[in-house]
């Protein structure tokens, strides 16, 4: 059995640590998730043609180089989280401390794993997720762990580049960005092509810092679960039938593709599962609240602006009203999140902080979606050529959960879905579920 072997490890700063006293304050967007897992997102690349001589004096001393240069752009990521005990002594303010402590790096190889043997399998090979560094921690732990950690796993043909980050530093929008930069800034460049955003335009109200009562931040342990992983592709075509079908079943011509195809694997992955038809189902996912704003929040706006949107059914409407219903209710929860819905959030929240729990309670009709198709995952060429897959890690893994990626071909997209093995099992012989995909 392959095991992961540790070959080193080093503290990464920026290569001009000149930010040192900068404070950056947390919004309540942020500090909705201290207690939940870090971002963990990698990249699969096949081996330099011709090989590398010796990956640990040239690709390794390059990448840790290139990370220092790149923290240069992102020094938040080079600092750690600060708490302060209020003088009330019943709650906790934070804030990035931005102290140039540094990244993690480590350089480890996993002899017995090939390219083919991740790409090729049915179910994502567990090993997989000890390519992430970090792996089991909750983003409070930034006080003392690094907000950033990086893992280049040398695999038989081919490299694994893990990335944890911190989630109350940022969401998946703000993570492909420095992914992006770092890969930028490793083919060459002396200079990143987008600056990210640093500014808090929200916190120049006496509310802030916010106090978050200490009751409220209790950690939990994550439990094993037996759920399995599997990646799942939709070429564009496919896509495109899928919303022309929503839109046509509601006569309208509002439904996008993505809400087209979350709505599809709710349907899907609920059918599969076998519910009694008047049992509750939800499902839950991220909306990115930067160009819900007015004037609306750069794009390169560097942190975690997400709410979480959520629609509720009994398991007969899903299923008998059809993929149009379903998108429809999703398309009409997008829509109220909206300008005078983010001002009444941001105050709200910050009177009565109310943070994700450590661990939701997982019911068989409950399921999340997370990440985007829309990041830019396969221009993260770093020097030696597009990787060749994007996985992910365990880090908020605790019940049935779908992560969208872009395919790699243009317009397409896989969904890593993350759920019980015979729920899995049963969507393969699902031939509705099928006819809509290529795996």
């Avoid at 940022?170 to 083919?187: K, L, P, Q, T, Y």
């Avoid at 706006?301 to 997400?306: D, E, I, K, S």
């Amino acid at each position: 059995m392959a095991e992961i072997s540790i070959i080193s490890t080093a503290t990464v700063g920026p290569a001009t640590p000149n930010q040192s006293s900068n404070r950056i304050e947390f919004t309540p967007w942020e500090l909705q998730f201290p207690l939940v897992g870090p971002v963990q997102k990698g990249l699969l690349f096949l081996h330099p043609t011709p090989p590398s001589p010796s990956p640990d004096h040239t690709i390794i001393h390059h990448l840790k180089t290139s990370l220092s240069r790149t923290l240069d752009f992102f020094y938040p990521l080079a600092g750690r989280l600060c708490t302060i005990v209020n003088n009330d002594h019943d709650t906790v303010s934070f804030f990035i401390d931005c102290n140039g402590a540094g990244a993690q790096f480590i350089h480890a190889a996993a002899r017995g794993v090939t390219a083919a043997g991740i790409l090729e399998s049915d179910s994502v090979p567990r090993i997989v997720y000890s390519f992430f560094p970090l792996d089991g921690t909750q983003n409070l732990n930034g006080v003392s762990e690094p907000l950033l950690a990086v893992q280049v796993t040398e695999l038989d043909d081919g490299i694994f580049i893990g990335c944890t980050i911190n989630h109350m530093i940022v969401d998946g929008a703000s993570f492909w960005h420095f992914f992006n930069s770092w890969s930028e800034i490793s083919r060459g460049s002396t200079e990143i092509t987008v600056f990210p955003v640093l500014d808090r335009p929200f916190i120049d109200s006496p509310d802030y810092p916010i106090r978050i009562p200490r009751s409220l931040l209790v950690s939990a342990t994550r439990r094993s679960s037996p759920f399995q992983e599997r990646f799942f592709h939709f070429t564009k075509e496919k896509i495109a039938a899928l919303k022309a079908r929503a839109n046509t079943e509601m006569a309208t011509n509002k439904i996008s593709s993505l809400q087209a195809l979350m709505a599809h694997m709710w349907r899907s992955v609920i059918r599969n599962t076998r519910l009694p038809e008047d049992e509750d189902t939800m499902y839950r996912f991220p909306v990115g609240m930067r160009p819900r704003l007015r004037p609306p929040l750069a794009p390169e706006y560097f942190g975690a602006p997400v709410r979480v949107g959520i629609v509720r059914m009994k398991v007969w409407e899903l299923l008998k009203l059809g993929i149009g219903h379903a998108a429809w209710e999703l398309n009409r929860v997008i829509s109220t999140f909206t300008e005078a819905e983010a001002a009444n959030f941001m105050e709200s929240w910050g009177k009565n902080p109310n943070p994700f729990p450590a661990t939701s309670k997982w019911t068989s009709g409950y399921l999340l979606a997370s990440s985007s198709p829309r990041f830019n995952v396969y221009g993260n060429d770093f020097g030696w050529g597009r990787p060749v897959a994007v996985r992910s890690g365990s880090g908020n893994k605790t019940g049935a959960k779908t992560t969208l990626f872009p395919g790699a071909e243009e317009g397409s997209i896989d969904v890593e879905a993350f759920l019980m093995p015979e729920t899995l099992q049963s969507m393969v012989e699902d031939e509705e579920f099928m006819e809509a995909l290529t795996i």
